[in-house]
């Protein structure tokens, strides 16, 4: 199903400026004594406004993927500040209570997870209200002296769930507060068979 949301897509306002063309030229010739030479620059300023709301305006849809795209490019990086940023401070799951495990684990990880590149092949995102759920499938390639690399795998599916919030005192930004692992390579997963 196409949404036609204004501020996240713009084809919607090329569409009206297209329809508005036609109308006006319609109009024109019908009644040729009321046709102005402004009349045609309205449809390019419709396109114009149209590009502008979409870039301007973040909707909550793209604050999400935005937050999920800083994760990863920290994980790349191995930057656990930017990491820090996005998750809640009540952050909890099925194996970390806190925040400040959950940081943790991503720090452990840097150590024998290095990875080079994630690669997203599929994402979807449900909002309701001020709570909003990410589910994505990713390739997760490994760099060459990562332990995991050196055990002979070199690329790893994984496919991920991320509960987000929306912070109150703000209301602008998305916070992840809680998160599961759905699948490794396909095979089901989750937190507390990774811990063990």
Known sequence: MIMLNIFEYPFVGIGLAVVSMIALWIFGAFFPQKRRRWHFAVPFVIAILAFAVAFFVQTDREKILSAVSKGIKAFELQNIEPISRIIADDYSDAAHS??????????????????????????????????????TEALVKFTENSEIARMGKAFLIVKARFYFKKTQPQADKWLINSSEILELDRNPVSWNQLRN
Do not use: D, P, W
């Open 98 to 135: 806190s925040k400040e495990l959950i940081l943790a684990y991503c720090q452990a990880l840097f150590q024998t997870a290095t990875v080079e590149k994630v690669t997203t092949f599929s994402r979807n995102t449900e909002i309701k209200g001020v709570k909003a759920v990410f589910t």
